[in-house]
């Protein structure tokens, strides 16, 4: 049995586990050492900026350097990042300052560790003996366990420890993500060109590289247009998940159902997810894609409409289903269509656009509800949203997703 991409996946939970304790427990961290709500506004605001620009620079490292190293590289930052506020606490006691060093110094870990775990993914497939199509669905359900359980966790350990020394769980899953991705063979994580030859170093600098995967992603109509959909997507959903939605539950005397809107999206992503994994293979990849888009869409406007809780939560599991069957789709077609040896810049390149999207959601429903309603602020959301369906189904380059054969050898689609 190939442990491979067990051995992956498994690293790839433990790091998502880690960082959805993390996002739960930290906000409350700090608003338990500072008392002040404006304080972890701060840390927040302060390293959303480094986490772009690491999103945006640190691909070329990724594209220079071995996958595998990049990726256990990253997870440790991430690690040491996170340790090292527990550790402080011991010695000097937490200020907004420490919260502020140690989140900029962890966020040079976080988008560069997603784009370096992605980039590995080619090589997984080729080298793991399973499809595309199965690895990404599995990955997408195993995400959404994580998603599941990492908020329960984090409160929890809230409950059980006393302040920082919650972070200590944090830290360890992103250092057993390190140790585990170091079980992937050296030669698995090597930079290779798309018929997984090995590639040549490159002599050019490093910025004359970063020009060159910035060219690539936006000279490809069908990159571009799925950035752009992923974008929006992400922008939406965030929107809803951070403002729409806690006012509505505000409003209707209803906060603890919040939580609940998390759970359902995660469990819709479990079964989507594990759909994806067992029939992806078969049957034409545009179907998928309309059947993902279309349920989406429905997903959203059964939220959008703020009718009762339960509906909104039945619109949040129809989200995560579609997004489970989507999700796991542009996951195959990302390794099928991003040059082998441009992965790193290029989806460093879109992780840095998706890390940037949710606050610009997040202010534009703001704005929305505070001189319109939350309803209208739903609306505006759906329509937004409506906007990137049309788009998806009638552009060109999204129709042609299965890949064409060719003298008996299988070739990307159009790019």
Do not use: C
């Amino acid at each position: 049995m190939n442990l491979l991409p067990v051995t992956y996946l498994a690293s790839y939970v433990l790091s998502l586990l880690g960082n959805s304790i993390a996002g739960i427990a930290l906000p409350l961290i700090v608003l338990q050492t500072t008392g002040s709500a404006l304080g972890a506004g701060s840390v927040a605001a302060a390293t959303a900026i480094p986490a772009v620009l690491a999103g945006l620079f640190m691909g070329v490292v990724i594209d220079r350097i071995n996958r595998r190293t990049s990726s256990v590289i990253t997870d440790l930052i991430s690690a040491a990042a996170i340790a090292a506020l527990p550790l402080v606490d011991m010695i000097s006691g937490l200020t907004l300052g420490w919260f502020i060093l140690f989140g900029v110094i962890g966020s040079l870990g976080d988008v560069p560790g997603m784009t370096a775990r992605e980039a590995l993914l080619p090589a997984i497939v080729r080298h793991g003996g399973i499809s595309a199509e199965r690895l990404m669905g599995v990955r997408e359900s195993l995400g959404a366990v994580a998603l599941l359980i990492g908020p329960a966790a984090a409160g929890t350990l809230i409950v059980v420890f006393d302040g920082s020394t919650v972070l200590w769980i944090t830290a360890a899953t992103s250092l057993l993500a390190a140790l585990i991705t170091m079980l992937i063979p050296r030669r698995v994580g090597a930079i290779t060109q798309d018929d997984g030859t090995p590639a040549e170093r490159s002599t050019d600098t490093g910025w004359s590289q970063l020009r060159a995967g910035w060219r690539a992603l936006f000279r490809s109509r069908f990159l571009v247009a799925v950035t752009m959909v992923s974008l929006v997507s992400v922008l939406v959903l965030a929107a809803l998940q951070g403002l729409v939605l806690p006012v509505y539950f505000t409003q209707v005397q209803e906060p603890g159902l919040l939580g609940f809107v998390l759970s359902a999206l995660a469990l819709g992503m479990l079964v989507g997810g594990g759909v994806y994994a067992a029939f992806g293979s078969r049957g034409p990849r545009r179907a998928w894609f309309v059947i993902g888009l279309s349920g989406t869409t429905l997903g959203i406007g059964i939220i959008a409409l703020l009718a009762s809780p339960w509906v909104v939560l039945a619109g949040a599991f129809v989200v995560g289903l579609a997004s489970g069957l989507f999700g796991s789709l542009m996951g195959v077609l990302m390794i099928e269509r991003i040059p082998e040896s441009m992965r790193g810049r290029i989806m460093g390149t879109q992780n840095a656009m998706m890390t940037a999207a949710p606050p610009i959601g997040i202010v534009l429903a703001a704005v929305a509800t505070e001189y319109l309603s939350v309803n209208a602020a739903a609306a505006m959301l759906l329509v937004v949203w409506g906007g990137a369906f049309v788009f998806s189904l009638f552009s060109r380059s999204l129709r042609k997703l299965d890949p064409e054969l060719r003298g008996g050898t299988q070739v990307d689609g159009e790019q």
